[in-house]
């Protein structure tokens, strides 16, 4: 006799994959996920994934995935070995991200409303929403009002200014004037140290109607962590890279780097510019922190937040993703003293 048929398609993996596949090529088209190393990590974790949803009876499909399957899944893998990483409450974090990132780009393209399960999901569970949080996650390290003020003007007596006597910037090596500019783009723009070594001279954007010629944001390329983006420059930073492109211009160095290591524009290496910036902090009476000078990108961070913006706007201009901006919300529901 032979074997009846089911009344429904059974689900494949088909779909399953099909939607991961749609989120990566996304993800890969904005400059993200480059690192073939975090590609086969989200590769495994949903695989991972997508096996046990099929393996269920009936089988779990992206349509009906609720928090209960969630629940389910989370305590199947509880029965994996103890050394399996997958049982650390950052793992699954890690995890319950991707699936809610998938669904929401696979409703997106159907033009359909999202399963927020996983969202929901992790609403309902603190061990695991925290995991990156707190102990896992310290607090970033900033300067107080005094301290940015302070640094804003010795960082700003690189330029000469019209109308009152310049403070000994003529006498500054062009190293040293690029030093302090560096500095000054991580403090005022919100730069890691990587992406100023990576600038190009065409980064500076200088026309804008009703503003003065001076550079007002910079387009920072992307890199295997993050995409292409563009990151506003405060005034005063864009004062004195305008007068670092003078100086450069007319001393004639070579190369397409914004900041080179040499005249002949070589690309400027990580230590040597991690030297650069803590010596420009020392100079400046700035105590150098154990997270070096990210401490000038996070001042920036809390600034930008303080005064408004909105927090999805501030992860662009910085290129991380909007999970990353918790512990800046964090020191924000204190009393931060910050610029």
């Keep these: 006799m032979a074997a009846s048929l089911p009344l429904f398609a059974e689900p494949s993996a088909t779909s399953h994959q099909a939607a991961f596949d749609a989120w990566l090529a996304a993800q890969q088209d904005n400059g993200a996920l480059r690192l073939p190393s975090s590609v086969a990590v989200y590769r495994d974790m949903w695989g991972s994934f997508t096996a046990w949803c099929l393996g269920q009876s ?31 409450p950052r793992y699954a974090l890690r995890l319950l991200r991707l699936i809610d990132r998938v669904l929401r780009h696979h409703a997106e393209t159907l033009g359909e409303p999202a399963n927020t399960a996983a969202a929901d999901w992790l609403a309902e569970q603190p061990a695991v929403r925290y995991a990156d949080s707190a102990r896992a996650d310290p607090l970033p ?48 723009a919100g730069l890691a140290p990587g992406d100023v070594r990576v600038l190009r001279l065409d980064a500076p954007t200088s026309q804008i109607a009703g503003r003065r010629d001076r550079p007002w944001k910079l387009a920072v390329p992307g890199n295997g962590n993050s995409p292409a983006r563009e990151a506003p420059v405060a005034p ?22 914004l900041f080179p290591a040499t005249r002949t524009g070589k690309p400027w290496s990580k230590e040597a510019q991690y030297v650069a910036a803590k010596q420009v902090l020392e100079e400046a ?5 154990s997270g070096g000078s990210f401490v000038l990108r ?29 512990k800046y919300q964090r020191v924000l529901t204190g009393p931060a003293d910050v610029v």
């Excluded at 900033?142 to 302070?150: T, Y």
């Excluded at 109308?163 to 500019?181: D, I, M, P, T």
């Excluded at 009476?285 to 922190?289: M, R």
């Excluded at 996070?298 to 990353?324: C, S, Y």
Aim: charge should be positive.
């Design 141 to 188: 390290e900033f300067l107080s009002v005094s301290e940015a003020k302070h640094l804003i003007a010795y960082l700003s007596s690189a330029r000469p200014r019209p109308g009152a006597a310049s403070q000994g910037w003529s006498a500054l090596s062009w190293q040293a004037l690029r030093n302090r500019v560096a500095v000054a783009l991580q403090l005022g």
């Design 298 to 326: 996070h001042t920036f961070a809390l600034r930008q937040l303080r005064r408004g913006a909105r927090i999805d706007e501030v992860a662009r201009w910085l290129g991380v993703a909007l999970e990353a901006m918790g």
């Design 285 to 289: 009476g700035i105590e150098a922190s």
């Design 58 to 88: 009936p089988a779990v499909t992206l349509a009906s995935l609720g928090r209960s399957d969630l629940s389910a899944f989370q305590q199947a893998r509880f029965g994996m070995k103890s050394a399996d990483l997958s049982l650390s």
């Design 236 to 257: 005063w930073a864009g004062e004195l890279l305008q007068h670092w492109l003078k100086v450069r211009a007319e001393l004639q160095i070579a190369g397409d780097f």
